[in-house]
T-cell receptor, first 112, second 109 residues
Framework: DVKVTQSSRYLVKRTGEKVFLECVQD?????MFWYRQDPGLGLRLIYF???????EKGDIPEGYSVSREKKERFSLILESASTNQTSMYLC???????????FGQGTRLTVV | DQQVKQNSPSLSVQEGRISILNCDYT??????FLWYKKYPAEGPTFLIS?????DKNEDGRFTVFLNKSAKHLSLHIVPSQPGDSAVYFC????????FGTGTRLQVFP
């Protein structure tokens, strides 16, 4: 059974804190993604990675960074959390063209 | 610039009837499309896909239709069941996955 695991289901952080969201996949996929989901805006791509140590900006990278030191792990970092980063964060792992992506269970982050 | 669009934010259907969810895209180079279903507080799960070499793909109660000339795809659910109530996202597969804004389907008894 394939798995994408996000480190937390729910997080509450204070404004200005540095926040780490971790994602691990067991499918040996090259590609991993971070999205955020907000009402009426769908799934918006923050960052993605094609390979270890590779990263590409998505549509809304401002305020975020990522790290991919190992193939199975893709971390999203909020350098200084702000209230407008309160959202549902979703990690996905993808084997490539013409295949489905697998998602983690999501992290509901609240910044107060 | 929204490359994948779902213009209906919500849809309400009676149990047993057909649900039709629509999706439009702008880039004629897109050649593989997917539908995902998402319940609250969970990650999206894959439902069905279609390649541009086909115009229809079926899997049980779910059928996806692709009209390349209109750059339009639709997901049909027949018969609809209360457990189908969720948010549905369509996505296009390029070098990454591009998602639409989603349609919230509610199936009532």
């Amino acid at each position: 059974d394939v798995k994408v695991t996000q480190s937390s289901r729910y997080l509450v952080k204070r404004t200005g804190e540095k926040v780490f969201l971790e994602c691990v996949q067991d499918m040996d996929h090259e590609n991993m993604f971070w999205y955020r989901q907000d009402p009426g805006l769908g799934l918006r791509l923050i960052y993605f990675s094609y390979d270890v140590k590779m990263k590409e900006k998505g549509d809304i990278p401002e305020g975020y960074s990522v790290s991919r030191e190992k193939k199975e792990r893709f971390s999203l970092i909020l350098e200084s959390a702000s209230t407008n980063q309160t959202s549902m964060y979703l990690c996905a792992s993808w084997g490539g063209w013409d295949t489905e992506a697998f998602f983690g269970q999501g992290t509901r982050l609240t910044v107060v | 610039d929204q490359q994948v669009k779902q213009n209906s934010p919500s849809l309400s259907v009676q149990e047993g009837r057909i649900s039709i969810l629509n999706c439009d895209y702008t880039n004629s180079m897109f050649d593989y499309f997917l539908w995902y279903k998402k319940y609250p507080a969970e990650g999206p799960t894959f439902l069905i896909s279609i390649s541009s070499i086909k115009d229809k793909n079926e899997d049980g109660r779910f059928t996806v239709f692709l009209n390349k000339s209109a750059k339009h795809l639709s997901l049909h659910i027949v018969p609809s069941q209360p457990g189908d109530s969720a948010v549905y996202f369509c996505a296009a597969n390029t070098d990454k996955l591009i998602f639409g804004t989603g349609t919230r389907l509610q199936v009532f008894p």
